[in-house]
């Protein structure tokens, strides 16, 4: 199947920093990448959906200001987020599709804010 | 709310056992359905998915099922191994809303 990577895997920042995230289609075109959160033991929570060349859409209760999102090519999304409190802290996955429904996941970058 | 629930939360079994997980949802317009596997700390697996006008998929040991009319969906794994041993995952395309997951432990 295709590969989605995610750098780093893991980062440790200070509280008031800004953090960026990037997801790479490795073998194939992403024309949508999808952005989610996952806390300890609990699910996966969609936060936006990126389109190549346009603004993301984010999911009720995302803040755009703080979690943002560029998709300026059709392999490379990246998720910087602003300020980053403890409460950012979380474990981010992002996927490109493939139409109509295919989907392939990275491995996740785990945040963590002291 | 849309929900999508997955029961049970948590299963530990011994190896060999055949069990089923199960997915429900509230809003029964289903586009589709799709099941992924989650080791620790990794990214998703896709597992099956199951197309709003098929009732079932196959692969190897594992069969899912769709039931629209009642929202549910099952996965049965047969002869489970410990490497079965990961977080299910169960998600409607629809919205790419996805259940909690179910936390499955196979002991050998």
């Known amino acids: 199947g295709a590969v989605v990577s995610q750098h780093p895997s893991r980062v440790i920042c200070k509280s008031g920093t800004s953090v960026k995230i990037e997801c790479r289609s490795l073998?194939?075109?992403?024309?949508?990448m999808f952005w989610y959160r996952q806390f300890p033991k609990k699910s996966l929570m969609l936060m936006a959906t990126s389109n190549e060349g346009s603004k993301a859409t984010y999911e009720q209760g995302v803040e755009k200001d703080k979690f943002l999102i560029n998709h300026a090519s059709l392999t490379l999304s990246t998720l910087t987020v602003t300020s980053a409190h403890p409460e950012d802290s979380s474990f981010y996955i992002c996927s490109g599709r493939v139409p109509p429904d295919t989907q392939y996941f990275g491995p996740g970058t785990r945040l963590t804010v002291l | 709310k849309q929900e999508v629930t997955q029961i049970p939360a948590a299963l530990s079994v011994p190896e060999g056992e055949n069990l089923v997980l199960n997915c429900s949802f509230t809003?029964?317009?289903?586009?589709?359905l799709q099941w992924f596997r989650q080791d620790p700390g990794k990214g998703l697996t896709s597992l099956l998915l199951i197309q709003s006008s098929q009732r079932e998929q196959t692969s190897g040991r594992l069969n899912a099922s769709l039931d629209k009319s009642s929202g549910r969906s099952t996965l049965y794994i047969a002869a489970s191994q410990p490497g079965d041993s990961a977080t299910y995952l169960c998600?409607?395309?629809?919205?790419?809303?996805f259940g909690a997951g179910t936390r499955l432990t196979v002991k050998p």
């Open positions: 998600r409607r395309n629809n919205d790419m809303r």
């Open positions: 809003d029964s317009a289903i586009y589709n």
């Open positions: 073998d194939f075109q992403a024309t949508t």
